[in-house]
């Protein structure tokens, strides 16, 4: 070495061609390799700023404590949401990550999203009949009551279904008098809630030509899709705007659907429904019969003591003696006219002297009363003269004394001295 520093020369890189994407090229291997990783995804988070615009679309965002995901579903997708989306509301969704190159932004395309901890259909349940509770379709006092003896009924459900042939058989058994009318629905499945309300609508419309006592709606047990129809709004305002009684027969007895709430009565089981409407003739003529033979011997028994009543009459002292009976009624009227007449007379008396003691005292009250003892009433034109003031010559004035009245002519007046000396005219 030689105390130089050593400088060590380092090759500059050799150039190569440069490659230069383009945004759109960026964009769309992002979009490949982000829309193959996830397709086909479940993603939770809580559903916020839910926006529903007349396309029928549903926008919303999800997110969770470190980040949020836009999110849409369609309106195919959308419209098939048995629930209510609202803000705040905790989700799973399932769909595949797009990204959208115009604006460089990658979005959810949801198919299907339920809320996380209870089923979508579960929910969709508690939230209509919580609405149609607070609308007052729960409201017993609006409940009609069943037909005591139904004359025909309607049957809405299936033809195919096993519960309609059990209730079928046993209003056979119970009432064969009772006519049956089956009006044939889906009762699961797409259109079902549809045809239920309209088969209600129609039975109430017909009522003045084909009139009906009472519907039964319903069908057998399964799971909450299989009795989903019954839990449709549509279903439940046909029932509540039902002029007819309206029986609910669904599912079994643990299974409670909204028609359930909404109808006259809720049968826990079709078979149920039928007992319900249709009582048994035989019990019903052995209970008539029961109540006529009471009724005989309650008419007989009034008969009876009527018949002794009649025959006691004659054993009375009014029908032996009669006249007895008169002439005891008679001076009874005569001992009470004496009185009436004793003191009616009595008070007439009371009366007359009250009436001189009040005619006495108004007397002694009169200014005639004076006239007795030399007083007179001098008056002028009617009016009562206290004093010659005002009097001139000439003026005729009358007198009034105990006994007749005089009418003199002033020739002249007179003055009076009082106790101070002064002059006055009297």
């Not at 006219?337 to 007379?345: A, E, P, R, T, V």
């Not at 003892?373 to 003031?389: F, Q």
Request: include cysteine; glycine fraction near 8%; charge should be positive.
């Amino acid at each position: 070495m030689n105390g130089f520093d050593t400088i060590t020369l380092v090759k500059e890189p050799r150039h190569t061609a440069k490659r230069v994407y383009t945004v759109s090229e960026v964009t769309q291997k992002v979009k490949d390799s982000v829309e193959r990783e996830f397709c086909g995804v479940w993603i939770g988070g809580e559903a916020s700023n839910i926006r529903r615009p007349d396309s029928g679309h549903v926008y919303m965002t999800l997110k969770d404590e470190g980040a949020q995901l836009q999110a849409v579903m369609f309106r195919a997708a959308a419209s098939k949401i048995p629930f209510s989306l609202k803000d705040g509301m905790q989700v799973i969704a399932f769909g595949s990550i797009s990204v959208y190159p115009p604006r460089g932004q990658y979005q959810l395309i949801i198919e299907v999203v339920e809320p996380r901890g209870i089923g979508p259909l579960q929910l969709a349940f508690l939230q209509l009949k919580d609405r149609l509770e607070k609308e007052g379709l729960f409201d017993p006092a609006r409940k009609k009551p069943l037909p005591f003896l139904p004359q025909r009924v309607a049957i809405v459900s299936s033809l195919s279904g096993a519960a309609l042939m059990d209730m079928l058989k046993i209003m056979h058994t119970r009432s064969p008098q009772i006519e049956t009318v089956i009006y044939p629905v889906k009762v699961q499945g797409d259109g079902a809630g549809e045809e239920i309300a309209l088969a209600v609508t129609d039975i109430n419309n017909n009522v003045s030509n084909y009139p009906v006592d009472v519907i039964i709606i319903g069908r057998g047990g399964g799971s909450i899709e299989d009795l989903w129809a019954f839990n449709e709004e549509v279903v439940a305002r046909s029932i509540y705007s039902s002029q007819i009684p309206v029986v609910s027969a669904v599912g079994h007895e643990i299974d409670f659907t909204i028609s359930d709430f909404v109808a006259d009565m809720r049968a826990p089981t079709p078979s149920a429904a039928a007992q319900m409407v249709a009582p048994v003739r035989d019990e019903l003529l052995e209970r008539v019969n029961t109540l006529a033979s009471r009724m005989r011997r309650a008419v007989c028994g009034k008969l009876e003591d009527a018949r002794d009543r009649l025959l006691e009459f004659p054993r009375r002292y009014g029908f032996r003696q009669p006249l007895d009976m008169v002439l005891r009624y008679r001076a009874r009227v005569e001992e009470l006219l004496y009185g009436f007449s004793k003191g009616m007379g009595h008070l007439l008396a009371l009366n007359r002297e009250r009436l001189i003691g009040m005619g006495s005292k108004i007397e002694g009250l009169s200014p005639l009363k004076v006239l007795t003892r030399g007083y007179s009433i001098t008056t002028k034109n009617g009016k009562a003269l206290t004093t010659t003031k005002g009097l001139r010559r000439g003026d005729r004035i009358e007198t009034r004394f105990h006994r007749g009245t005089a009418v003199s002519v002033i020739e002249e007046t007179a003055r009076w001295t009082n106790c101070k000396g002064r002059e006055h005219e009297v």
